[in-house]
Nanobody
Framework: QVQLVESGGGLVQAGDSLRLSCAAS????????MGWFRQAPGKEREFVAA????????YYADSVKGRFIISSDNSKNTVYLQMNSLKPEDTAIYYC????????????????WGQGTQVTVSS
């Protein structure tokens, strides 16, 4: 019912910024919670940020709080992740995810996933 496509990744230096986009298809987009997750090679997928589209509330992992901003444009069925003050430890594949209802922090709680976009931060 929902398909997600991420874009905006790339190679940057520490301290730079990137904005990731996630385009979603589906008529029930406004009733979903959207999340951003990331996964580095050999590591588990971890929560980055989430937004509840109906109310616009946002939530962040402690590791990115104050640096990353999640937002949405419901008219465009798109969510964004503005990534500022990037660090080498932010290097990972970033995934957009969606679920019906309220947000959760665990990746297994999300029903739909994009293919991911690579973010690489050099020192």
């Amino acid at each position: 019912q929902v398909q997600l496509v991420e874009s905006g990744g790339g190679l940057v230096q520490a301290g730079d910024s990137l904005r990731l986009s996630c385009a979603a298809s589906g008529r029930t987009f406004s009733s979903y919670a959207m999340g951003w997750f990331r996964q580095a090679p050999g590591k588990e997928r971890e929560f980055v940020a989430a937004i509840t589209l109906s109310g616009g509330s946002t939530y962040y992992a402690d590791s990115v709080k104050g640096r990353f901003i999640i937002s949405s444009d419901n008219s465009k069925n798109t969510v964004y992740l503005q990534m500022n003050s990037l660090k080498p430890e932010d290097t990972a594949i970033y995934y957009c995810a969606a679920r019906r209802g309220y947000w959760v922090k665990l990746a297994r709680g999300y029903d739909y996933w994009g293919q991911g976009t690579q973010v690489t931060v050099s020192s």
